[in-house]
């Protein structure tokens, strides 16, 4: 039998191919607000929320000018962004909404609300806020209930600052 993880253990970045490093970082910098902690050129550049080195590695060392892979293809399905806040998540959405960018999707999955989007190489990403844990659902027997549920997206716009 093997010894499960630690608990304390959290992934500490996403390292994407993209085609172009400026287009990616007109995405994730200029609409998510990530901000770019070092940049190599056009081959390279390393983002973050908050200071860390980085949360996230964008490199054309394979893929510099290359296409999405196929649909039906194995690889990233998303990169998950989780926001402290709903007025954070709302925050993002707005920017999202400002820049023209159509949501793949949207759900409140009981613990979370959630936004499904592309970036600009197609790759998945998905912007989040967790609920507090004395909202979660739970049945009778109190086990957590999750769920996939449309939610008024007007209404989390309405807590963006």
Request: negative net charge; aromatic residues 10%; glycine residues 10%.
């Amino acid at each position: 039998m093997s010894t499960p993880i630690p608990a304390g253990t959290k992934i500490g970045h996403v390292h994407l191919k993209v085609a172009d490093i400026d287009r990616a970082l007109g995405f994730y910098c200029g609409v998510l607000g990530f901000e770019v902690t070092r940049r190599i050129g056009d081959q390279v550049a390393f983002i973050s929320a908050g200071g860390y080195h980085h949360h996230l590695g964008l490199n054309t060392w394979d893929s510099k000018n290359g296409a999405p892979p196929a649909p039906g293809t194995t690889g990233l399905y998303h990169t998950a962004i989780l926001y402290p806040s709903r007025a954070d998540l709302a925050d993002a959405f707005r920017r999202v909404t400002n820049a023209g960018i159509a949501l793949d999707g949207y759900a409140d999955h009981g613990v979370s609300i959630a936004l499904y989007l592309r970036d600009p190489d197609q790759n998945g990403v998905e912007l989040y806020y967790d609920k507090p844990e004395a909202e979660w659902p739970k049945d009778d027997d109190g086990n957590l209930v999750m769920y996939n549920k449309r939610f008024d997206l007007q209404e989390l716009l309405d807590y963006a600052r």
